[in-house]
């Protein structure tokens, strides 16, 4: 709940604002502490890096230091969740009940959410803590763990595989501590649980982008060799030195000293990481080489460099407005869920931030384009130029009535818990399917240079959308028919179908009209 909290919350601006502080080692290590510690989790934040180094964002070095810099995060958010801060749950109960039910949709919902995640992960501390009371008095149960410590790869074992299990090194941390403090888990086995559970998050991240890019899973796998040798000198330590382990054993509180261990061991590896992390981030990019294309498409397409050419410009311009197309496309089809479904108001928050990038990738384009008019261009570079113009101002006006198009949906349907019939999802799921194609007609027309070929996908996108057209009456009429039936689901969302429908056709009529300044030669 808080990881899906913070992500709704601040959504793309969390990601742009990782990207821009991911500029060195420092700098990097320091955001991803910060980021591991807000979403309480080494994994979630190597996993969120690893996206930003997979679109080319970020360097090889500066997404291993945040990775680093997010095991010792992960590691004071324990510390941070141990405390004896039980008087806190009451008020993030209730400040994050009230906000999350009075604006469910909005972004101050989302942030109650969160609150209230961290209420739970306290709430259940406290549980874990209580329901261990009754094994100390069970002997199997106590004789088994005393005899852990003379067995510590073991311990370690199950600190891996509870890390794995559980997808968070942070639960096993605060878990293995609370069983301490209880005395139910002597505290010279607990490190060597912490130990593993450390091991175990860094061969999760590493196995959760097993099937990712190349360029993604550079940083976990990074992270990944340091933890090796993190968990072997740890091991070393506290196999041949026992009087180090002794020393957090012996402190006051048990617990207390679980985590500092925890700590310590992560602070040291962060250490040494960065000052080997150089030579680390050339040993991973030789061992996975990869031309990473970046996706900073402001940066690119705005450089200096590629406007010095109007007619390379161009092509830059109609390469952005096709994947602009193609990620409109994937956000269309993204709506089919909330024809049938009423998710969650937060789950809206996902397609806002889309809009947003969409929105950005549009306005970018047009400001290219007002750079490139300034030249002296040939009559061929104009066409193109007014070609091009046309799809990006369609494409920008298609983005703001499928954001009306969801606002729709969540006042009229999905905050009312309304449901279409069966039939009528039917038709509009259709119509809906008619838009992405047309629009995957559209990235098809910009990513082809071939005349022949323009002249064929436009022909098809064209007469796609006057037949759509021209059905409209019909479905309009099928529609009424029903509610003269007396259908309930009919009359209860009868506006709204014929809303949907209206835009649905708006939408596409505005795809046809780019398509259409692609002249026929």
């Not at 070095?61 to 510390?79: E, H, I, P, T, Y």
């Not at 293995?176 to 559970?197: E, I, M, N």
Request: aromatic letters at 6%.
């Amino acid at each position: 709940m808080v990881k899906t909290g913070i992500l709704r919350t601040f959504g793309e601006a969390l990601r742009s604002w990782l990207a821009t502080r991911l500029s060195n080692r420092f700098a990097g290590f320091a955001a991803g502490m910060g980021l591991a510690m807000l979403l309480q989790s080494s994994t979630a934040a190597s996993l969120l890096v690893a996206s930003l180094q997979a679109g080319g964002l970020v360097s090889t070095a500066a997404a291993l230091a945040a990775v680093l810099g997010a095991d010792l995060g992960s590691a004071l958010a324990a510390r941070i969740l141990t405390l004896n801060i039980s008087s806190l749950i009451p008020i993030l109960l209730i400040a994050g009940t009230f906000l999350f039910l009075r604006r469910m949709e909005k972004r101050e919902g989302q942030f109650g959410r969160m609150l209230l995640g961290f209420a739970f992960v306290l709430l259940a501390l406290q549980s874990i803590m209580a329901s261990t009371e009754p094994m100390r008095d069970s002997p199997i149960i106590l004789e088994t763990l005393a005899h852990l410590p003379e067995h510590p790869f073991l311990a370690a074992a199950v600190g891996i595989a509870c890390a794995v299990l559980f997808f968070s090194s942070l639960a096993v941390v605060a878990v293995t501590a609370a069983a301490t403090a209880s005395g139910l888990l002597p505290a010279s086995a607990a490190l060597w649980v912490v130990l593993g559970a450390n091991f175990g998050s860094a061969l999760l991240a590493a196995a959760a982008t097993a099937g990712a890019s190349k360029a993604a899973r550079k940083a976990p796998l990074g992270n990944f060799f340091f933890r090796v040798g993190g968990f072997a000198a740890g091991a070393a330590v506290l196999y041949f030195i026992p009087a180090a382990g002794s020393v957090f054993a012996s402190l006051g509180d048990p617990a207390d000293g679980v985590i500092l261990f925890h700590v310590v061991y992560n602070t040291v590896i962060g250490a040494v990481g960065l000052s080997f992390i150089h030579p680390a981030a050339a040993l991973i990019d030789r061992l996975v080489p990869v031309s990473i294309q970046t996706d900073d498409f402001e940066t690119h397409l705005l450089s200096k460099e590629n406007l010095l050419s109007s007619s390379s410009a161009l092509v830059q311009v109609r390469h952005e407005n096709a994947r602009t197309a193609e990620l409109f496309r994937k956000h269309w089809d993204a709506l089919t869920p909330l024809i049938y479904e009423n998710p969650p108001m937060g789950e809206l928050l996902a397609f806002k931030e889309r809009r947003k990038l969409l929105d950005r990738r549009c306005r970018t384009v047009s400001k290219a384009l007002n750079i490139i008019i300034r030249d002296d261009l040939s009559e061929e570079a104009v066409i193109e130029w007014q070609s091009l113009s046309a799809v990006s101002d369609a494409l920008l006006f298609s983005l703001e009535v499928t954001n009306d198009i969801v606002d729709l949906l969540r006042k009229k349907k999905i905050r009312r818990s309304l449901f279409f019939s069966a039939q009528g999802a039917q038709e509009l799921e259709q119509e809906h399917h008619v838009v992405s194609a047309h629009l995957e007609l559209l990235a098809q027309i910009l990513s082809t240079s071939d005349p022949q070929e323009i002249n064929a996908l436009r022909s098809s996108l064209l007469s796609g959308e006057a037949a759509s057209s021209s059905d409209a009456a019909e479905l309009v009429s099928r529609h009424m028919e029903r509610v003269d039936k007396g259908s309930a689901l009919s009359i209860e969302t009868s506006a709204l179908h014929l809303d949907l429908l209206l835009l649905f056709r708006r939408v596409d009529s505005i795809l046809a009209h780019g398509a259409r300044s692609f002249a026929v030669s």
